[in-house]
């Protein structure tokens, strides 16, 4: 599983980036970041000639990390996205799905972001982890953060 960075316009929305990557990748539903002006794409497919694998960390391990994500509340079929000032609620989220390691610090900056059927939360997280269990942290690095929209670059920890 590889890291491949690649340059992205500005111009280009969420939509049209997800069918971008889905075909740089042969349909494989990969791992992305929207860093704005690049994007971040984690996939078995050999995207760029310049892939880079991530980090291996082992139990006990610090990193930094980064991660966007959908931070909500969900009864029966309802999605309650939290405040916009609510940092408490974010950060309680995600020590929620830290799976395989652990939250040592954390900040967070948050939006509301328009997509076709109307609005979404979208949190930009960083801060230093601590893995706990190599084989879970190893399976969260492969298929993200649960309870985030792939689709829309949510999910896919980035670590230094």
């Known amino acids: 599983m590889l890291d491949h960075t690649i340059a992205k316009p500005n111009s280009v929305g969420p939509y049209e980036l997800h069918q971008i990557v889905e075909g740089l ?5 990969p791992l992305f ?12 497919t050999n995207v760029t000639p ?5 980090p291996k960390l082992k139990s006990g391990d610090m990193s930094v990390f980064r991660l966007r994500a959908s931070c909500f509340a969900q ?26 390691f652990e939250i040592i610090q954390l900040h967070s900056t948050a939006k509301s972001i328009a997509i076709k059927s109307g ?5 930009d997280f960083t801060g ?8 879970e942290f190893t ?9 985030c929209p792939r689709a829309f670059g949510f999910g896919m920890l980035l670590i230094q």
């Open 128 to 135: 230093v982890l601590k893995v706990t269990d190599v084989e």
């Open 119 to 123: 609005r979404m939360d979208q949190t």
């Open 139 to 147: 399976e969260t690095l492969k298929s993200g953060v649960s309870g």
């Open 25 to 29: 990748t042969d349909g494989e539903r």
């Open 75 to 100: 009864t029966k079929r309802t999605r309650h996205y939290f405040p916009l000032g609510d940092w408490r609620s974010r950060h309680k989220w995600l020590k929620k799905r830290a799976r395989g």
């Open 50 to 54: 310049h892939g880079k694998e991530q």
């Open 33 to 44: 970041y929207d860093a704005g002006d690049y994007v971040v794409i984690r996939s078995n």
